[in-house]
Structures are given as C-alpha cells and as structure tokens.
C-alpha cells in the first residue's frame, strides 16, 4: 500500500513538472524558428519607394519600402498578421495579406491612384468639420492611424451609454496609433466632449455635411478605417463583440 502511494505522488509530480514545462513554451513557425513576412509594392512596374508598411493584430511594427519598393519584417513568433502598406492618395491590390504560421517572401503589392467612397473596401472620402475646440479637423490628416469613425446625437440612448467608455476606451489604444473621431449630428460638440471628458476630436456635424456621406437609417453607425483609410467595417449600431476585436486587427 505504501509503494502505491509513493508511486501515485511520483505519478502527480512528473505531471506538474511536464505541466510546468508547457507553461514556458514558445509559440513559432511550423518548424520551430521565428517566422519572416517580405515582399514588394510597385507602382506602373517599378518599386515604389517610401511606403509605410504596417504589420499588425499579434505584433504592431512599421516599415518603409527602399528604393526598390522591397519591405520585410523578422523574428516574429508564430501567430496571426496582417500586412498593410500605406501612402496618401494610393490604393494597393491587394489590400493587405493576413497570414499564420508559415513564413512568406512573396507580399507584393501594387499601387495605383485611388478613389474614394463610404462603404466596406473604399478608401474613407475626406471631409473637413469643425471640433469641439473650433478648430478644423480633416479626415486625412489622420492618414497612417487606426481611425474609429462614428455618429452621434443627443436624442441616441445607445450613443450615451457608449460615449460612457468611449475616453477609457480611447486611452487604452491611443499610444498604438488610434485616433477616436465622433461626429455629433444633433446637438454640441463642446458640451458632449465636457459631458463625458472625451479628449479625443468630436465634431460639430449638425448640418449633417459628413453623415450624409456616410449615413445609413441609423445611429451609432461605427467605421474602422485601417492604415491606409480603406474602411474595414461599417454597421448600424454598436456591437462591442464585433468592433473591438477588429478594430484591434489592424492596430
């Protein structure tokens, strides 16, 4: 009886060793080494120069084409990516890549001029409208950040109870290139942006200049535009379940 129970308490501890074990591993490619992501952006066949190029969802890096359009990002961990390249006034086919496990050299891009829209795929149109400081703000002086576009006014119970969170929300994400933009289309930006200490651009909209661009039947009516402006989401409402987690993809 005795050897049993030493032999049980051997047993649980080799468990807790091999449990201990797992705890420190590391997640990498499919073979075990850090994975690299590398390719090129061109434009009218030739490499395109100075492209940012953003790499985000499990890691958050930028960087910039040379003089032959090539890119590349290494020792990464196993895990899941985007690949987005970014410059003012160009669209890229395709837009981004989203990648696991496996290593690619093959991310190539090709720009050409853009065009502009309000739904799902286009690049976000520009627009220009005053904040709660009486200031201008334009739409594409945000280009290169994670923008969430939405609508409000003072008659939206569901507007209220998001703008609640929205300044913890903002503060939690900022510092990894998000901006927070909230167009009041009936009532006052300054008095929303003092009700709810919002630090972020809340613009003045009520002559509905930039929700009629954008507009659907319905408020909160969110945008995400990634790093190039190309609007990734648009619904009626808000669903934390679905925006937050998206939002995140491209940050």
Not at 3 to 26: D, E, H, I, P
Not at 30 to 45: I, K, M, T, Y
Not at 190 to 207: A, G, Q
Request: hydrophobic content about 35%.
């Amino acid at each position: 009886m005795k050897g049993m129970k030493r032999l049980g308490l051997f047993a649980v501890a080799t468990g807790l060793l091999v449990l201990g074990a797992c705890k420190t591993s590391t997640s990498t490619g499919p073979d075990g080494s850090l994975l690299s992501f590398s390719g090129a952006v061109s434009q009218a066949g030739q490499g395109f120069p100075a492209v940012d190029v953003f790499l985000s969802w499990d890691a958050s890096k930028k960087a910039t084409t040379g003089s032959d359009g090539r890119f590349s990002f290494n020792d990464l961990p196993g895990g899941s990516y985007i690949v987005t390249p970014s410059r003012p006034g160009f669209v890229f086919s395709p837009s981004n890549y989203e990648l696991g496990t496996a290593a690619r050299s093959d991310l190539n891009f090709t720009a050409s001029a853009a065009s502009y829209g309000t739904e799902e795929g286009a690049i976000a149109l520009d627009f220009t409208a005053k904040d709660q400081h009486g200031a201008d703000l334009t739409l594409s002086n945000y280009h290169g950040k994670v923008i969430l576009l939405d609508f409000t006014a003072d008659w939206c119970g569901p507007c209220r109870e998001k703008a609640e969170t929205a300044e913890s929300f903002y503060q939690g994400l900022k510092d990894r290139g998000f901006v927070y933009i909230l167009c009041v289309i009936e009532g006052s930006a300054k008095t929303w942006s003092e009700t709810y200490k919002l630090t972020f651009p809340v613009l003045d909209d009520n002559s509905h200049s930039v929700y009629n661009r954008f507009r659907k039947s319905s408020i909160p009516l969110p945008h995400i535009l990634d790093r190039n402006r190309t609007i990734r989401y648009k619904r009626e409402g808000y669903n934390k379940a679905e925006v937050e987690p998206t939002l995140k993809k491209y940050l």
